[in-house]
Structure formats: structure tokens, C-alpha cells
């Protein structure tokens, strides 16, 4: 209360009148004065504690006020750290007087700011509520929680959306979860009818969940997830244990069904009855194969024979030698059983492997081979006089004889270096040499090339003393038919003979006579001996016949029909 001026005169007059009648009383009882100043002494000390005492009265009052503002404004302060928010300052506010006026502007403030917090905690509740179902919906432990574990004193709008976050996470997470455990509860169903799992067979409630379709009602906990994933993959191994068990078993009645020989109708019918994966057909495929391992063993012998044949069939295939064949084969010892049968097999597979591997190098060494042949067909068929006898003249003899010629000459050596490069390979791959029934035939190959060049040496030689020879007997012809030369007549050496610009008529060729140098060697070589190339045809008699002059080279006519293997036309026979 702000006291006036003249409050302030009345107490100073209030005083003055009490004096006075002091003084009055005082002259009238007649107090000495120094009596007079004692009391008048004691009296102001009284009067001093007096106000003395109000001023420390209204100074508590005034404490507590400014507490209660201060309480206020501290009040607000917190509300507005809870709401994550800043306060913004009232206009006058510091310099605000009295305390009562601005206890009561800083009270509105607290009353909005409360509202406000109480707006904002419900919305923050609900959130929190929220999440708390998820966590316990999905079995989220304390620690896991994390920040979002007890509700707190923070109702900031950071702290919401951050709830709201997490709601959204858990959400997400649910729904995966959701999502997972219906997907492994399909898997698991259809494993069940992959495997015919009966309901009398289930022991668990999950397993009970899911065979029934209520897997909903078992949560979405991590756990629940782990049983039902351990579940699945105990199905997926059983799936897989009775794949393996069925597989083997099938490889089985496989190879006996082809080996028996059981029909298309008859392995059908077994299929269509056994489907799946249950145990009722692990039992079937047993039963049948225990059926067939019957009937395998009362036709062992059979099986052991065609073995046998299919053995000879390969080695014949591989072209090896009669006494490998005796070395490879096993011996026949009247015991027809299943360890026999399986080591003829082992043999054929073996055998059949290799086959594979050096069909290629085989194919040349067979295309090398058949060459071989059709030039020892070509030989023959030049050595045999009969084919000058055929009446039927055919012009293009000589052009099928020469092209015959020079695709034997450009193939053959072509396919001789080809072979040597493989043949050096095969040999540095396995440590071994290639056989050919039984022959090193790199080594054939080197030979019969060197037979083939000395035996072009030796008829190139050949060729030369037959022209020396025909020119030596051209000579003495001309010297013995020339008449005595008379008086004007030119020199026998300047004359013009008839026959000085005609070709030599040449009827004996290496072809017509090399039937007097011995049979035909293995690949189609002559075996050449000391015998003289004009040995049965007189040359002077060859000189004088009247034969027209046929230039055969180095073969003969061939004649126009086809004969047979021993006489055939080699030319018109495919390379």
C-alpha cells in the first residue's frame, strides 16, 4: 500500500497530540524533566520497534510473492523444456510493479502453458501406447525398447515424431513378421503333403498351428518365427533324406527296368501309383526293387553273356590286338553272379571311356586306313593285264586316274603329318604309344613313308634305264633298216626318217610291270625284288609291234564297268 502525504502528516500530528498530553500530564503531576526525556526516550524506542516490526511483516510479504512469481516463471520454464519450446519474454514484465500485478500476469502464462502440455501429452500417450502393443505383440524386451521404454517427461515434438517413427518401424516389422510366418506356414503345408504327414503325428502346437491353418492365433514373436523355421528346415531335410533314399532306389529300378526290359505300360503303371514323397512310396520303391534284383539274379547268365559281347564290340571298336583282347577279357568261370557282372561293367565303362576319348585320333587313324586301302585297290587293279583287254572304250578313264592320283598325293601326306602331331600328343598325355591291332603305328606311318620315297627312288631309276634302253633300241633299228647309202644320197644322221619326229611308242609301263615285282604289301606297297622290269617282254618285240602309242604314265587303262572287290575300278570308288 503506498501511503499518501497526508497519511503520513496524520501520523506525525497523531504523535505531536500524544505528546502534548504527555507534557499536560506531565506539568499537572509534575514529573522532572529528566524523568520527562527518559520516557520520551523510551517511548520512540517502543515506537522505532513498532515499525521496525511492520517494515519486516511487509518485507515477508513482499518474499513471498516475488517466491511465488518466481515459482511460476520456473513453472513455465519447465512446461515449455517439456514441450521442447522456447518462452518468449512478456513486454514490461521485469520492470512490472506491483508484485501482485505481475504474480497474476505470470499465473495466465502457467495456466496456457499447462494447457497446452496437457494438449500435447495425450497425443504423446496414445503414440506411446501404441507402441507399447507393438512391443508386446512382438515380444520386444526392455532393453530393446530402448528410449521408448517408460513414458518420461518429454512431450516435445521431436520426441513425438520419433515416436511415430518407431511406431512406423514396428509396424513395418510386424508386417514382415506377419508376412514371414504365413509364407514358412505355406512351405510347411506343403511339405506336409509332400511327405503325407498325418494330423496323429504332430507332437507340438506349432506344429498342430500350422497343419490346422490358426498359425495367427501363435503371435508374432521371435520365437515363434524360430520354431517355425526350424520346423520347416527339419521337413526340408526329411524332404531331402527321402529324395536321396528315392533317387538312389530309382537309379536302381532304372538300370534293372533297362536291363530286364520291363515295358513303357509296365514302369507307367508304377509311376502313376506312386507319387510323392510319403513313406508308402519309399516302401514301394523298395518292394519293387527288391522284385527286380530277384529277376535279375535268375537271368545272370544272360546278362553276363551280352556283357561279354558288348566287350568284344568295344575292343573291336578300338582295334586292339587278339592278345590284349586274351589279357583284357576276364576268363569265363562258370559263376554267374552279381560281383561278376558288376566287374564286365567296370570294364565297359572303362572301355567306353576311352573310346570316347580317342574317337577323334580314331577317325583319322579309320580315314588313313580306308586311303590305304583304296590306293593297295588302285595298285592292284593297274597290275592286272586283263583291263587291257576290255572292248568298251571310256574317254574319261584318264582324267578319273589322273585326279585319283593326285588326290592320293595331296591328302595322304596331309593326313600322315596330322596323325604324327597326335599320335607324338597321345603319347606324351598318357606314356604310351597308340596302338592299331596290336601295331606302333607311328611308327608304321614313319616306315611306310621311307618305303614309299625308296620306292620312288627306285622307280624313278627304273624309269631312266627304261628310256635308255628304248633309245638304245630305236638306234639299232635305225641303224638296221637304213639302205646303203648311194651318190647324192644324205647321211643317215641328216636323213629325215619317217619316224625321227614321232613320239617312241612306249608299251611297257611301271604299271603292266609291276605285276612281275611280287603280291601287294599290307598297305598297298609292292614287294619289290631283284627282278628285271623287262623281264618277260622282249624289247625289240615291243619296239616292232604295230600298236598305236598310248601315253598311260604310271597306270594303266582302267575298264569302264564296275568289277568285283578283287578286280573293281578303284576310281570310281568314293575317297
Known amino acids: 500500500v503506498v501511503f499518501s502525504f497526508m497519511d503520513t502528516a496524520g501520523l506525525v500530528t497523531l504523535a505531536q497530540e500524544n505528546v502534548h498530553r504527555l507534557n499536560v500530564l506531565w506539568d499537572e503531576i509534575g514529573t522532572e524533566p529528566d524523568n520527562r526525556n527518559h520516557q520520551i526516550q523510551e517511548l520512540a524506542k517502543e515506537v522505532a520497534a513498532v515499525f521496525t516490526n511492520r517494515c519486516l511483516a511487509e518485507e515477508a510479504t513482499r518474499d513471498t510473492w516475488r517466491i511465488r512469481i518466481s515459482e511460476a516463471e520456473d513453472c513455465v520454464q519447465h512446461i515449455a523444456t517439456q514441450l521442447g519450446e522456447s518462452v518468449e519474454k512478456i513486454p514490461g514484465y521485469d520492470t512490472m510493479r506491483p508484485l501482485t500485478r505481475k504474480h497474476g500476469v505470470i499465473t495466465d502464462h502457467v495456466c496456457m502453458w499447462e494447457k497446452k502440455k496437457e494438449e500435447r501429452a495425450k497425443i504423446v500417450e496414445a503414440s506411446f501406447e501404441t507402441l507399447r502393443r507393438l512391443f508386446e505383440e512382438l515380444g520386444t524386451s526392455p532393453i530393446e525398447q530402448g528410449e521408448f521404454r517408460d513414458f518420461g517427461e518429454d512431450l516435445s515434438h521431436s520426441r513425438a515424431k520419433r515416436l511415430e517413427e518407431k511406431i512406423l518401424e514396428v509396424s513395418v516389422e510386424k508386417a514382415r513378421r506377419t508376412d514371414h510366418i504365413k509364407a514358412v506356414s505355406n512351405e510347411i503345408r506343403r511339405l506336409n503333403v509332400e511327405l503325407n504327414v498325418q494330423d496323429s503325428s504332430l507332437s507340438t502346437d506349432y506344429e498342430r498351428a500350422v497343419f490346422h491353418g490358426t498359425e495367427a492365433s501363435l503371435g508374432v514373436t521371435c520365437r515363434v518365427m524360430e520354431e517355425l523355421d526350424t520346423l520347416k528346415d527339419g521337413l526340408e531335410r526329411e524332404k531331402h533324406d527321402r529324395e536321396e533314399t528315392i533317387k538312389a532306389i530309382a537309379y536302381k529300378i532304372t538300370q534293372l527296368w533297362d536291363r530286364l526290359k520291363i515295358t513303357e505300360e509296365e514302369r507307367q503303371t508304377f509311376f502313376d501309383c506312386n507319387m510323392g514323397l510319403g513313406p508308402d512310396v519309399v516302401k514301394a520303391c523298395e518292394t519293387e526293387l527288391a522284385r527286380l534284383v530277384e529277376m535279375k539274379r535268375a537271368s545272370m547268365v544272360t546278362f553276363i553273356a551280352e ?269
Do not use: C, W
Open 307 to 575: 556283357a561279354r559281347e558288348k566287350l568284344q564290340s568295344l575292343l573291336s571298336s578300338l582295334h586292339v590286338s587278339e592278345a590284349e583282347r586274351t589279357r583284357l577279357i576276364p576268363v569265363e568261370s562258370g559263376i554267374f553272379t552279381d560281383e561278376e557282372l558288376e566287374r564286365h561293367e567296370s570294364l565297359i565303362a572303362t572301355l567306353e571311356t576311352r573310346l570316347t576319348e580317342m574317337r577323334p585320333l580314331l577317325v583319322l587313324v579309320e580315314r588313313r586306313e580306308a586311303i590305304m586301302q583304296e590306293k593297295a585297290d588302285f595298285e592292284a587293279y593297274a597290275a592286272d593285264p586283263s583291263r587291257l583287254l576290255a572292248r568298251t572304250r571310256d574317254p574319261g578313264r584318264l582324267l578319273r586316274e589322273e585326279k585319283f592320283r593326285k588326290t592320293i598325293e595331296r591328302e595322304l601326306p596331309r593326313l600322315n603329318e596330322k596323325l604324327k602331331h597326335k599320335l607324338a600328343e597321345f603319347k606324351r598325355a598318357r606314356g604310351e604309344d597308340f596302338l592299331y591291332d596290336g601295331i606302333h603305328y607311328l611308327q608304321s606311318i614313319i616306315e611306310e613313308e621311307e618305303e614309299e620315297r625308296v620306292h620312288k627312288e627306285e622307280e624313278k631309276n627304273r624309269k631312266k634305264m627304261e628310256r635308255a634302253l628304248r633309245l638304245e633300241a630305236d638306234r639299232n633299228a635305225d641303224a638296221s633298216s637304213t639302205p646303203r647309202r648311194g651318190l647324192g644320197t644324205p647321211h643317215a644322221s641328216q636323213a629325215t626318217s619317217p619316224r625321227s619326229n614321232a613320239p617312241t611308242p612306249r608299251f611297257v609301263t611301271p604299271s603292266v610291270l609291276s605285276q612281275h615285282k611280287g603280291a601287294p604289301s599290307r598297305r598297298g606297297g609292292m614287294q619289290r625284288e631283284n627282278v628285271s622290269p623287262v623281264a618277260n617282254i622282249p624289247i625289240a618285240t615291243a619296239v616292232h609291234h604295230k600298236t598305236p602309242r598310248t601315253n598311260l604314265n604310271s597306270t594303266a587303262e582302267f575298264g569302264a564297268s564296275r568289277l568285283n572287290r578283287s578286280t573293281r575300278d578303284p576310281l570310281n570308288s568314293t575317297m
